[in-house]
C-alpha cells in the first residue's frame, strides 16, 4: 500500500524558487510512477512533473521545462525544485503515485490517473 505526504509550499516573488518534498511510503525502486500535479481555482489538475522509478527517468510539462525539476532525497522522497517562479505558477500543488507503473505513466499527462494523492501544498507567487 503506498502514501504521499506533501510539504514545502508557500509564497514567493517572482523569479524566486521553492522545493517540495513528497514523502512516499511504500517507495519502490522500479515499476512505480511518482509525479506532480497543480490546479489553478476554477481548472482541472494537470500534470506537471512525472518520474518513473525505474533509472529514475522524468518527464515535464512544456510550461515548466527548464523551470520544475525532479530529484531524489533520502528516505523515500522525492523533490520538485521550482526555479523562475512565475504568477502563473500559482497553484495548489499535489503529489501522486502508481505502485503499477510502466510505460503508460512515464508521461507527464498520465498524472491525474494516479491512484494515490496527497492533500496538497499551495504555491503563491506575486509579482
Known amino acids: 500500500q503506498v502514501a504521499v505526504v506533501e510539504s514545502g509550499g508557500g509564497s514567493v516573488q517572482t523569479g524566486e524558487s521553492l522545493r517540495l518534498s513528497c514523502y512516499v511510503d511504500?517507495?519502490?525502486?522500479?515499476?512505480?510512477?511518482v509525479g506532480w500535479a497543480r490546479q489553478r481555482p476554477g481548472q482541472r489538475r494537470e500534470g506537471v512533473a512525472v518520474?518513473?522509478?525505474?533509472?529514475?527517468?522524468t518527464d515535464y510539462a512544456d510550461s515548466v521545462k527548464g523551470r520544475f525539476k525532479m530529484s531524489r532525497g533520502s528516505a523515500n522522497t522525492v523533490y520538485l525544485e521550482l526555479d523562475s517562479l512565475q504568477p502563473e505558477d500559482t497553484a495548489m500543488y499535489y503529489c501522486?503515485?502508481?505502485?503499477?507503473?510502466?510505460?503508460?505513466?512515464?508521461?507527464?499527462?498520465?498524472?491525474?490517473?494516479?491512484?494515490?494523492w496527497g492533500q496538497g501544498t499551495q504555491v503563491t507567487v506575486s509579482s
Open positions: 501522486a503515485a502508481d505502485r503499477h507503473g510502466g510505460t503508460w505513466c512515464m508521461g507527464v499527462n498520465s498524472v491525474p490517473l494516479f491512484n494515490t
Open positions: 511504500g517507495y519502490a525502486e522500479s515499476g512505480m510512477c
Open positions: 518520474v518513473y522509478t525505474g533509472g529514475f527517468k
